[in-house]
């Protein structure tokens, strides 16, 4: 699965590239990252791909010809690609909406500054609007960098076990308590059955826990679960 990030910062996303589970999968060539400096499409001698906005008021837009120019180059090499754009109007993103994503080959990323985009580039280029969440963040690049995460590790072999289809929200529940060794720390015991070396005891526990925490933490999914 190929990633294409349309970003005025691409030196962000060494954090993701060069560190963990996604590093890893990139060195595997299972995915890939390529970035695209929306200042090499500017049309000016400063590399401005910004300007004021039409109604007067505080802060600046990005232009549509620059980001349209660097839409269709990526769209040369990958006539497919789902280019999605990171902003806080967009669908609230989650484990579902990950699990479908990683299904496909090629996702372009949009990464917004300033006050956002030309609203013309929504409505003829992007193909989806996603937001990691209720709160403003600086730029789009951080919540690009969440979404491959997300997606990334939903490829299947990107996790080389199979500890994806454990992680909480696979089965519509948060996952149950871990405890490794020691036995027991500061009065602090491991529960006897996970000792017990019975398999049906401790998934039954498991289980018991996982909608326990959830009905304890996270009511909201509860009432969700068959939307799964
Ligand atoms: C688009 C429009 C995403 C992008 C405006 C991006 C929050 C999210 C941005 C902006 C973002 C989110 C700078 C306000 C960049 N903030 N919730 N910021 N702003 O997914």
Redesign the pocket.
Known sequence: MKFEVITLFPDMFKAIKEEGVIARAINKSILSINTWQLRDFSDNKHNNIDDKPYGGGAGMVMQVKPIRDCINKIKQANPNTKVIY???Q?EKFNHKIANKLSNIDSITLLC??????DERVIEKDIDME???????????EL?AMVLIDAIGRQVSEVLGNKDSLNDSFTNGLLNFPQYTRPQQIDGQKVPEVLLSGNTASINHWRLQQSIKRTKQKRKDILALKDEK
Request: net charge negative.
């Open positions: 990171l902003s806080p967009g917004g500054r300033y006050e956002g985009i996603i937001s990691i969440g209720d709160y403003i963040i600086s730029g789009g919540a």
